[in-house]
């Protein structure tokens, strides 16, 4: 076979990637079609990495044996290394493997960027002053996202505080870095332009400088960030690590890169956009700073119920459960950390069989990821059509009976609608507070992400179970065939 039609052929190979990649994106839209859509995206993937090697064979004769075997090392650890912790990690420490991958995704088109500015800076390439712009781009793109993700998942992991964290001078630190950035990206593209002679250790000091700006400014940029943005900071990290991808596509010159990084920038910034309004804030007012000190408050089961709290046993709870007509449950972060989405199929599974009819209520913002809540459930089997996004969902706690939260606080706090001087007044919430009933399943008093009071625990209709979520669920649940 000809390299003319090997070079055909891996064009081809491809589009088709890209195509998978297309279906495979439209298909995430929907919990029912979500999984076959991941599958596609990973064949488009698989067919992608396959086309670049055999690019890679007959393109100016191939690889060195060195080079080869630093692909075949690298990608088998990669690769292992990549498997290995999506098997193993949890489900309520999904968020900060994301934020890992971002950074990978990232900090690996920042060096592809710089490795191929090293190669030509100095030269008469032709395309130099193209390649420079979407180099530079690349690697402050990039290095942003590595450092600004690895923060990130260290507030969500804990090895960081999840509080707004905000160091002396910090904003004009900031302004400074980006500003050193802008000044240095025109620098080095009117050095390749022509406009005046710069040369080849001039340009990539100058390079240097800007990682290093950029790399310093994705640190400051999410510590003053809390821990109630951390959702649409994931989102948002995860759209920059397309575009540093797309960046990257466009220096080596690889279609699928392009297509595919383009893909991720912009689902994840629509994302992003969607996130900040179901929290009914500003993109712009979360990066400059956001709200939040973590989950916090007593840990011990029970401690701090106090005046106007009304505690309730588990089989008070099921009598009501049992003898409902209509109950909405409200999956939270309580409900991921202690791992309880399968004992909350069982008593769903339970109620059903008693003639009740079980929906689940799914926050936008429920959990500490994008779709957490989905996910979550998912894994456990609990049928798609039973999800019901807010906007579907909220209309129907009138007419149930009981509202069943399970360690979701933000999300059901009416002082969203009734108090302006709440931080998240304004914020569209689940409106659990309009059920006949309520029982919330929460292992202490203690407060969300947003770090302040929830009025619904004070309302007349609450009873409160303190267990931890999976406990509670199975005692409910053996209540349940009590009855």
């Known amino acids: 076979m000809s390299a003319d039609v090997l070079r055909t052929l891996v064009f081809v190979a ?5 195509a998978a990649f297309v279906i495979g994106l439209h298909q995430m839209n929907s919990p029912a079609t979500a999984r076959n859509g991941n599958r596609i995206s990973a064949v488009g993937m698989t067919v992608a990495v396959f086309a670049t090697f055999i690019s890679l064979v007959i393109r100016d004769g191939g690889l060195s044996g ?3 075997l630093i692909i075949v090392v690298g990608g088998a650890l990669g690769g292992g290394l990549g498997f290995w912790m999506a098997r193993t990690v949890k489900m309520t420490a999904m968020p900060q493997l994301v934020s890992l991958f971002n950074a ?4 690996a088109a920042a060096l592809v960027a710089i490795d191929d500015f090293v190669k030509i800076a100095g030269t008469s390439d032709p395309d130099i002053i193209s ?11 990039g290095s942003v996202t590595f450092t600004g993700s690895l923060i990130a998942g260290g507030k969500l992991q804990g090895l960081i505080a999840g509080q707004p964290i905000i160091l002396p001078a910090q904003r004009i630190l900031t302004a400074v870095l980006a500003i050193v950035a802008l000044v240095g990206f025109v620098t080095i ?6 406009v005046f002679s710069l040369g080849a250790g001039a340009s990539i000091a100058i390079l240097a400088l800007i990682v290093a700006a950029a790399l310093i400014f994705g640190v400051t940029m999410v510590l003053p960030i809390g821990g109630a943005d951390m959702p649409v900071v994931i989102s948002l990290l995860n759209s920059f690590t397309g575009t540093a991808a797309a960046m990257a596509g466009f220096v080596i010159h690889s279609p699928v890169l392009i297509i595919a990084g383009a893909l991720v920038g912009a689902s994840g910034g629509i994302l992003t956009k969607l996130m900040a309004d179901a929290m009914n804030r500003s993109i712009a007012n979360i990066m400059v700073g956001g709200f939040g000190t973590g989950d916090s408050g007593p840990s011990a089961i029970g401690a701090g119920a106090g005046a106007g709290v009304r505690e309730i046993s588990a089989d008070d709870v099921a009598i009501q459960l049992a003898y409902a007509h209509s109950v909405i449950i409200v999956p939270g972060y309580g409900l991921a950390v202690a791992q ?6 069982e008593l769903a599974e339970l109620l059903e069989a008693r003639g009740v009819d079980v929906k689940y209520a799914i926050h936008p913002v429920a959990g500490r990821m994008p779709g957490h809540m989905n996910v979550l459930l998912a894994e456990a089997n ?13 209309p129907e706690f009138a007419r149930c009976d009981v509202a069943l939260v399970i360690g ?5 706090n009416p002082a969203a609608r009734s108090d302006p001087s709440s931080p998240i007044y304004g914020m569209p919430i689940l409106d659990v507070d309009h059920a006949k009933s309520i029982v919330v399943i929460k292992r202490s008093m203690g407060k969300g992400y947003a770090g302040i009071d929830n009025a619904l625990y004070t309302d007349p209709k609450t009873g409160m179970l303190f267990a931890d979520a999976k406990a509670g669920l199975e005692q409910l649940a053996a209540a349940v065939k009590a009855v």
């Not at 390649?131 to 793109?141: D, H, K, N, P, Y």
């Not at 593209?189 to 022509?194: F, M």
């Open 131 to 141: 390649t420079t712009i979407f180099v530079a781009l690349g690697a402050v793109i």
């Open 104 to 107: 990978v995704g990232g900090g």
């Open 66 to 68: 060195t080079g080869w």
């Open 408 to 412: 979701a606080n933000d999300v059901t």
């Open 340 to 345: 309880a989405q399968h004992a909350v199929r």
């Open 14 to 18: 491809g589009l088709v990637g890209a």
């Open 382 to 394: 609990v049928p798609y059509p039973q999800l019901k996004e807010m906007e579907e969902i909220n």
């Open 189 to 194: 593209v009117l050095g390749a332009a022509g």
